[in-house]
């Protein structure tokens, strides 16, 4: 039943195109989780206005992350799907979300800080969008709007969970209300995929380097190159360390694609050399993009058919958290139209 059971919110952001870090370290459990939750999954389009980005790039991204989401195994007999921006109620959430925290708490977030020093210019405040400080006051309206206990995410997104349950327990105490205090769920394997050229950062699909990531479109040849090409150490000894950030990645890609644990798969490598790690690990990414691929092409050409039932369903449970909160803060709108 399905009001018995716990719901679950979770998105991405449209900036670029999908990594393999963003499957495993997020798609993967939203997949897993869908039969036990009651599952809400959404594709961040206002999100992404961010950062400046070309309105046909994002209608480009928007559009074959749906269709990713599909072929990777989000089922819509399961999962309600959705852009963010049909659901009105998000732009509204997040106006009431944002009045109720301060400048301090938002500059203190870690992305935050990231991503504004590194287009920080010598006119300083000038040229940081204020979006990008606003951002998760929009995440935290994400989740309260769905009144949901668990976020499937990689831990970079940590941070916005843990000031979600900040505020919705600020807001219950001010105006009596009863939002959950939702809780990240956070993969064991994969919460932190590394970069292939740097791996000591993260793999984001906003990287300028392309070779940097694995994209789930790129060709699978494409990426079979890139993961042979990937920045290692030259101890030629395979075992999981902190001092070996780019054959514990290696190892972990393989771990999450093949199901298996850590563990596991230094065991599997650990008389083998890089070359040997490289090529098996390349195999399993090439197989993997083949067959996400092959299923992309289905969905792509039906976004549009498919995104309307989502938007729906996702409004009607929105509206309701919405109206929760206006209430309580003393916007009660009930019968004026
Ligand atoms: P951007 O560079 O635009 O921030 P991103 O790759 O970080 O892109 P997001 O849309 O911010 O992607 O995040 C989507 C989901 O993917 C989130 O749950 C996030 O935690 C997860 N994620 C992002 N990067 C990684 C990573 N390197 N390893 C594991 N999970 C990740
Ligand atoms: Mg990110």
């Known amino acids: 039943m399905e009001q018995n059971k716990k719901r679950l919110i979770s998105g991405i952001t449209s900036t670029g195109k999908l990594t393999l870090a963003n499957y495993i370290g997020a798609i993967k459990n939203m997949v897993q989780l869908q039969d036990k939750y009651e599952s809400y999954i959404f594709i961040a389009d206002l999100h992404a206005l961010t950062l400046p980005i070309e309105p046909k790039v994002l209608e480009e991204n928007r559009k074959n992350i749906f269709a990713l989401y599909l072929a990777c195994g989000i089922d819509l007999n399961k999962t309600t799907l959705f852009f963010q921006s049909d659901v009105m109620a998000h732009g509204l959430m997040n106006w009431l979300v944002l009045t ?36 998760p006051t929009l995440m935290v309206a994400d989740i309260l709007l769905y009144n949901a206990d668990i976020i499937p995410v990689g831990i970079d997104q940590k941070q916005h969970v843990e000031l979600t349950r900040n505020i919705a327990q600020r807001l219950n105490n001010k105006y009596k209300l009863d939002f959950k205090l939702p809780e990240p769920f956070i993969p064991k394997v994969g919460a932190k995929i590394m970069s292939l050229v740097d791996p000591t950062k993260k793999m984001s699909k906003s990287d300028q380097n392309e070779k940097a990531s694995i994209y789930l479109l790129d060709d699978p040849e ?106 309580g803060m003393g916007l009660n709108n009930e019968s004026k139209f």
Do not use: C, W
């Open 100 to 135: 109720s925290t301060t400048i301090g708490e938002l500059s203190r977030m870690t992305q935050f800080k990231d991503k504004s020093q590194k287009i920080k210019s010598p006119n300083g405040m000038d040229t940081i969008p204020s979006g990008l400080l606003m951002y």
């Open 222 to 327: 494409v990426a079979y190159k890139k993961i042979l090409k990937a920045v290692t150490d030259s101890e030629n000894k395979i075992y999981i360390s902190e001092d070996k950030p780019g054959i514990t990645n290696l190892l972990t890609i393989y771990s999450a694609l093949k199901n298996i644990s850590l563990e596991e798969s230094e065991k599997l490598f650990n008389d083998k050399n890089y070359g040997e790690l490289k090529i098996a690990v390349a195999e399993v990414v090439k197989e993997f993009l083949i067959d996400i691929q092959n299923k992309y092409k289905i969905y792509y050409d039906q976004v549009f058919k498919l995104k309307d039932k989502g938007a729906k369903k996702a409004s009607e449970v929105a509206n309701k958290q919405l109206t929760k909160l206006m209430k």
